[in-house]
């Protein structure tokens, strides 16, 4: 099976301090990739070169066959790469429906002047745009709550609109981090469903940071382990629970012996 | 098709009420002309119903209000230097509708002008619409260094654009021999609008303003128009994919980046179709006022207008008309017409003397009172009250 997002060499420092020491990475095309590591490891920091907010300091980002390291976020966006927040960063005092729509901007071809005139195509544009927002919401779970503002909704139903709005922008690969944080189990549990259910029907690729071993084991094809910035591992989730780099990363040498 | 008509008279009642309002007192303004005399007429009220020439500078005014709110109400970017777009649009004017560039001789579709004068002189029409590209381009041209900022520093910068722009223009009378603004004089007169001969007979339309004896009627009525032009362009860019952006933008940056809305893109167009608005609006006055002096181009009136939007309501684009006309009338008439009456009653006190006084401590007051202005726009209402959390990446200061 091809990779649909390949990094090589891909290093990121922050002044003296090296995050991200030259990873090489692979998500192939329409697996649940999980990236595991202790708290600072570097997984956001990856996340973030891979999402345009940072530019690495070294290393290629390929995407689909296109180089994306240093590019903006939009652009990122627009090839296809669609993510969502560690902590929820909603548009609050927006709607969910108006949400899950400017998650579509970069798909929406309407201009300043059509839309000031508000052409027939426009309208059909917008129209076929609001539908299209409701069902992305209908299937994120989130049926009736086209107009409740974000911030009043539920923090489970918050993380579901955030995944909506990122389903939006129509993308190959989906980013989640940390997206069971804070969540019950029960919701945990229907959140899991949900991704499995992402790469199924709906055929997508998807690389979450997760700290909850039960979503990781239970719906990863692979699994890649960071620590202090350098990939210690990559392979199945079962092999992953037996490797002695990842024990003695979580819990000491001692572990291991 | 039988849904769709059914839909459409279910929404028929709740658009009529919409649109009651706005309709009765478009109905109202255009009529002002033909009763502001009998108005006027009343005592004591009488004298302080604007006359129709103040109602032209306020509706000008009011129609910058308007399109600073794109930049400030709608994007959130604090814009600081307004005034360098509302000199831009004055400037074409001067340039292109009168005898300032006298080596040359250029006539197209001027009126009231004899064809022998020289300078170059076009339609008023032509030039409203140069004005709001000339200002447009500026307004881009501005944008794109200075959009990378957020917030204060944003503020700052544009401040200094505001400062740069009139500086250069009471400058540049000699710009290695060349004489682009004629410095401190100013440029003028300036050509008034008309429609000609030919269309005057066919339509009725009036031929020059400068020749005709309703003059001012007809500025006034040419001012609405272009407000309400305004106005209807504003409402439907902010219904609009670019008005979702702008909001998105300025409750959170980064998320809005991440969901594929171009940064740059998205402030800049906000810069610059405000910019558009302020050009036209700077044109048209220049034309009214038949001339474009540089000692209009104050930093005051940058923040004369930021005024009127936070008096309004940032965002609201009713309230930005109601707190245009409000200070503009202030500005115009109002303070004089107290002063006045002031000194009548044996109060020796001028209020246009301590005007800007005046402006500060409304906009004060109803940053205690009202912080949401006159009439606040729904969500503005909700994000004073709570706040928003536009806060810088967490991960960011973690790893």
């Known amino acids: 099976m091809s990779d649909l997002l390949t990094a090589t060499g891909v290093r990121k420092e922050f002044g003296g301090l090296l995050a991200v020491s030259d990873v090489d990475f692979a998500i192939p095309q329409g697996q649940v990739v999980s990236l595991i590591g202790p708290n600072g490891a570097g997984k956001t920091t990856f996340f973030n070169m891979l999402t345009g907010v940072y530019r690495p300091t070294a290393g290629r980002i390929l995407f689909a066959g296109k180089d994306v390291a240093g590019k903006p976020p939009h652009a990122i966006t627009e090839l296809g790469i669609g993510r969502t927040f560690q902590n929820i960063r909603l548009f609050q005092h927006m709607t969910a429906l108006e949400n899950v729509l400017v998650g579509m901007h970069c798909r929406l071809k309407g201009g300043i002047i059509t839309s000031i005139l508000r052409t027939p195509g426009l309208r059909r544009e917008e129209r076929t745009a609001r539908e299209r927002a409701r069902e992305l919401l209908v299937f994120s779970g989130l049926p009736g709550r086209d107009e409740q503002l974000a911030r009043n909704l539920p923090y489970g139903d918050q993380r579901r609109l955030e995944v909506a709005r990122a389903l939006a922008t129509e993308p190959q690969l989906l980013l989640l981090d940390e997206p069971t944080a804070g969540m019950n189990p029960q919701e945990t549990a229907a959140f899991t469903d949900f991704v499995a259910m992402l790469r199924s029907e709906q055929k997508l690729t998807v690389l979450m940071i997760e700290h909850d071993m039960k979503?990781?084991?239970?719906?990863?094809?692979?699994?890649?382990v960071l620590d202090h910035g350098e990939?210690?591992?990559?392979?199945?989730?079962r092999e992953c629970q037996h490797d002695d780099r990842v024990i003695e990363a979580y819990l000491g040498k001692a572990a291991t012996q | 098709m039988k849904a769709r008509a059914d839909r459409l008279?279910?929404?028929?009642?709740?658009?009529?009420?919409?649109?009651?309002?706005?309709?009765?007192?478009?109905?109202?303004a255009v009529f002002y002309p033909s009763y502001v005399e009998s108005l006027r007429g009343i005592t004591v009220v009488g004298d302080f119903v604007p006359s129709l020439g103040s109602m032209v500078v306020m509706i000008v005014f009011t129609m910058m209000a308007v399109g600073l709110n794109i930049v400030v109400g709608y994007a959130g970017l604090l814009d600081l230097g307004y005034v360098a777009f509302y000199a831009a649009g004055a400037y074409t004017s001067a340039w292109f509708a009168s005898q300032h560039f006298e080596d040359v001789s250029f006539h197209f579709g001027a009126v009231g002008v004899r064809s022998d004068l020289p300078g170059i002189h076009l339609s008023i029409w032509l030039i409203l619409i140069l004005a709001g590209l000339f200002t447009l381009a500026v307004g881009i041209i501005i944008g794109l260094p200075t959009l990378r900022l957020r917030g204060d520093y944003l503020a700052i910068v544009t401040l200094g654009f505001g400062e740069i722009i009139p500086q250069f223009v009471r400058n540049a009378d000699d710009l290695g021999g060349f004489d682009l603004t004629h410095g401190t004089f100013g440029i003028s007169p300036i050509d008034a609008p008309g429609f000609g001969t030919t269309l005057s007979d066919v339509l009725?339309?009036?031929a020059s303003y400068q020749q005709s004896f309703d003059k001012v009627k007809l500025f006034y009525l040419t001012a609405l128009v272009l407000l309400l032009f305004t106005v209807f362009c504003s409402v439907r860019l902010r219904d609009s994919k670019l008005g979702r952006a702008w909001v998105a933008i300025r409750e959170d940056e980064t998320a809005a980046a991440a969901m594929g809305v171009p940064l740059m893109r998205t402030k800049t167009w906000s810069y610059a179709l405000g910019a558009f608005f302020g050009g036209i609006a700077g044109a048209f006055y220049a034309s009214f006022k038949s001339g474009a002096f540089p000692s209009d181009f104050y930093f005051n009136i940058s923040i004369f207008l930021l005024c009127m939007v936070i008096l309004g309501g940032m965002g609201s684009v009713w309230g930005v008309l109601l707190g245009g006309m409000i200070l503009g009338y202030l500005n115009v008439e109002g303070l004089a017409t107290i002063g006045t009456k002031l000194n009548e009653g044996g109060i020796n006190f001028d209020p246009t003397k301590y005007q800007f006084g005046i402006y500060g401590a409304i906009v004060v007051l109803m940053m205690l009172f009202r912080p949401t202005g006159l009439i606040p726009e729904r969500r503005h209402k909700r994000e004073m009250e709570e706040g928003v959390h536009d806060q810088p990446l967490y991960d960011s200061t973690h790893e």
């Open chain 2, 9 to 28: 008279l279910a929404l028929a009642p709740k658009r009529a009420r919409m649109l009651a309002l706005p309709l009765a007192l478009i109905v109202l």
């Open chain 2, 204 to 206: 009725g339309l009036p």
């Open chain 1, 231 to 237: 990939k210690i591992f990559e392979g199945t989730p």
């Open chain 1, 215 to 224: 979503v990781v084991m239970g719906i990863s094809d692979r699994v890649t």
